[in-house]
């Protein structure tokens, strides 16, 4: 008898056309505003035009007095590390589970990064940060991954009590919060993203948020030159007679992706609004589904839901896979369930384990990392299946047949083994 699971045969549950996730989400207007940027200005080397109405808009929107523009995350995360002041032989803590960018410019600054364990939801762990502290440790960086705000007011007092700088990465958290106050804005400064995925969107680019004018002027020199240096670091100030050539980098972003981010931005809260209802209702849903769990957010905690994750217990399914429960999810034709691959634990990256053929003499060389030396990071990615986040209420209907899909595998899952 044909199997009704789709891997064995079987007809697939989700019946609606693919792509099933399309983003940035893009319509005559946001063409319309690419487009007429064309016949504007196709480069912009100041903080002008659009590149000045999109930093005005983060400022407004993040409630900060600087918002200064990159290429992409990896520079806006680059410049931050610079900005904080973090020099050659420092240590910056980091959570061990993250995409590796926001961690590896401190590479190229030749500066250390220590890696931290982490809490199940993939967050940096606070009670874990002490442990790692020496004399040489500059700064603590918190990820909010996937969107989860990470414990901000544990990180902040560690980092009071051992006068350290506390910075974020807000690459996957645009317009998440936490008891009202947005992510990006409890440290010295902060650095997102606006690649393709993110939950705000420029196709390419980054920014840097902060209220501090000194680490302002030192972004300024450190990712963009010139005009926009000669025009924003006061005379008589240290880095002023840098202004021709900055730090020796170009980092600024294009102004067709500001368009595309400024027209984004002014419907953020409106994406996230609609992501956070379908969020709820595939947690409510997949929660008791047999084999997986889904993790409640604290009382005011608000995510950006740039993704949804699923912890998988093998042990319910009778030792089932996680691959072959994947495998199957994909075969239902529920295609945009992911396991993640680029997000990973660092020390299971070879830039972590052994820095010294990209990096010789890297003063990281006498701290090497190893599979195993995070246990509680590495299981949980192990464990772990993503799903982008809908936003629509047309897209309820897709989010009930992957629904459905996880059903069906769970019930079934005894013809997998």
Request: charged letters at 20%; one cysteine or more; hydrophobic letters at 40%.
């Amino acid at each position: 008898m044909t199997s009704t699971l789709a891997l064995l045969g079987g007809e697939p549950a989700v019946t609606a056309p693919g792509p099933h996730f399309q983003w940035p989400p893009i319509d005559d207007t946001t063409r319309a505003k690419v487009a007429a940027q064309l016949e504007t200005a196709i480069s912009i080397p100041g903080r002008s035009g659009i590149v000045a109405d999109l930093e005005d808009g983060l400022q407004e929107y993040f409630g900060v007095r600087h918002a200064i523009t990159t290429s992409s995350g990896t520079a806006a995360l680059h410049t931050t590390y610079w900005a904080a002041g973090v020099r050659p032989g420092d240590e910056v803590i980091v959570p061990a589970w993250t995409f590796h960018a926001t961690a590896s410019p401190l590479f190229s600054l030749r500066a250390v990064p220590v890696l931290c364990e982490t809490r199940p939801d993939g967050n940096i762990d606070p009670t874990r940060i002490e442990e790692l502290i020496t004399p040489r440790t500059r700064a603590i960086m918190a990820t909010h991954l996937w969107g989860r705000p990470a414990d901000m007011a544990e990180v902040v007092k560690v980092a009071n009590t051992h006068d350290l700088v506390v910075l974020e990465d807000g690459s996957h958290a645009h317009g998440a919060s936490i008891a009202g106050q947005k992510t990006g804005t409890f440290g010295l400064a902060s650095a997102f993203s606006l690649n393709g995925p993110k939950p705000l969107s420029g196709g390419e680019g980054g920014f840097v948020l902060t209220d501090e004018d000194e680490t302002y002027y030192r972004t300024v020199a450190f990712a963009h030159y010139n005009k926009r240096a000669r025009n924003e670091i006061p005379d008589g100030h240290p880095l002023a007679r840098y202004a021709a050539t900055g730090a020796g980098l170009k980092l600024r972003i294009h102004p067709l992706a500001a368009a595309l981010a400024r027209d984004q931005l002014d419907r953020l809260d409106g994406y996230l609004a609609g992501r956070t209802e379908i969020a709820r209702y595939l947690t409510r849903h997949l929660s008791g589904v047999r084999g997986l769990r889904l993790a409640l957010m604290p009382d005011g905690v608000v995510p950006s839901w740039y993704g949804l994750t699923v912890t998988y217990k093998p042990d319910e399914l009778g030792g089932l896979p996680i691959e072959t429960f994947h495998r199957a999810l994909i075969a239902e034709g529920a295609t945009e369930f992911d396991r993640p691959g680029s997000t990973r634990p660092m020390n299971l990256l070879p830039l972590y384990q052994q820095p010294g053929p990209l990096f010789p003499g890297h003063p990281h060389s006498h701290r090497p990392y190893q599979a195993g030396d995070f246990p509680i990071a590495e299981h949980v990615h192990a464990h772990t299946i993503k799903l982008p986040v809908w936003h629509r209420e047309q897209d309820l209907e897709l989010a009930e047949q992957y629904i459905r899909a996880a059903v069906k595998i769970s019930d079934h899952h005894e013809e997998l083994l």
